[in-house]
T-cell receptor, first 109, second 116 residues
Framework: RKEVEQDPGPFNVPEGATVAFNCTYSNSASQSFFWYRQDCRKEPKLLMS?????NEDGRFTAQLNRASQYISLLIRDSKLSDSATYLCVVKGSNYQLIWGAGTKLIIKP | EPEVTQTPSHQVTQMGQEVILRCVPISNHLYFYWYRQILGQKVEFLVS????????KSEIFDDQFSVERPDGSNFTLKIRSTKLEDSAMYFC??????????????FGSGTRLTVV
């Protein structure tokens, strides 16, 4: 089983729609979780940390299910500028960031 | 907003040559990292550095690689005897703290290394 697994997509979504991404991780001892966004040939940028109780930042909502080792990201009212690859990232027991391969999102006008 | 600066943005080198990738982390950050991303693949951890020494390294980070903090600001990655498969984006990152908390890492814009 991959350490961090994501559906590679692409997800083709009309502007204004809601889209959800999922991610599973294999190490049950992981404590910290993040969603990063990466534009083509650019550096990853932290979108949001994921907290146990779930957290929201504007149009973005992240959820964590420790029992199922599952993380989700919901984007509401999607914008053209949301088109990017979304990377699920888990901090391992040795504090290294373990990266998923990313889910590509394409927002269409 | 403070940023991590990497130079050069693109480096082309011949197979077998040595390259040095440079990074200037955020000034009050104490933890420094190198990651790489081969085109179309996921980001991979190379090495972390704290208090002037390597704190963790991955199996990718073999004797071909070394890191250094030669002065108070620069953090370098040296790749000796480059191979074609070393072609990738190399990202430097820094963080203020470490541990299992949700401490964010700030990434530089990367150096695209092309080995020909």
């Amino acid at each position: 089983r991959k350490e961090v697994e994501q559906d590679p997509g692409p997800f083709n979504v009309p502007e204004g729609a809601t889209v959800a991404f999922n991610c599973t991780y294999s190490n049950s001892a992981s404590q910290s979780f993040f969603w990063y966004r990466q534009d083509c040939r650019k550096e990853p940028k932290l979108l949001m940390s994921v907290y146990s109780s779930g957290n929201e930042d504007g149009r973005f909502t992240a959820q964590l299910n420790r029992a199922s080792q599952y993380i989700s990201l919901l984007i509401r009212d999607s914008k053209l500028s949301d088109s990017a690859t979304y990377l699920c990232v888990v901090k391992g027991s040795n504090y290294q960031l373990i990266w998923g391969a990313g889910t590509k999102l394409i927002i269409k006008p | 907003e403070p940023e991590v600066t990497q130079t050069p943005s693109h480096q082309v080198t011949q197979m077998g040559q040595e390259v040095i990738l440079r990074c200037v982390p955020i000034s009050n950050h104490l933890y420094f990292y190198w990651y790489r991303q081969i085109l179309g693949q996921k980001v991979e951890f190379l090495v972390s550095f704290y208090n002037n020494e390597i704190s963790e390294k991955s199996e990718i980070f073999d004797d071909q690689f070394s890191v250094e903090r030669p002065d108070g600001s620069n953090f370098t990655l040296k790749i000796r005897s480059t191979k074609l498969e070393d072609s990738a984006m190399y990202f430097c990152a820094s963080s203020e703290q470490e541990g299992q908390g949700n401490y964010g890492y700030t990434f530089g814009s990367g150096t695209r290394l092309t080995v020909v």
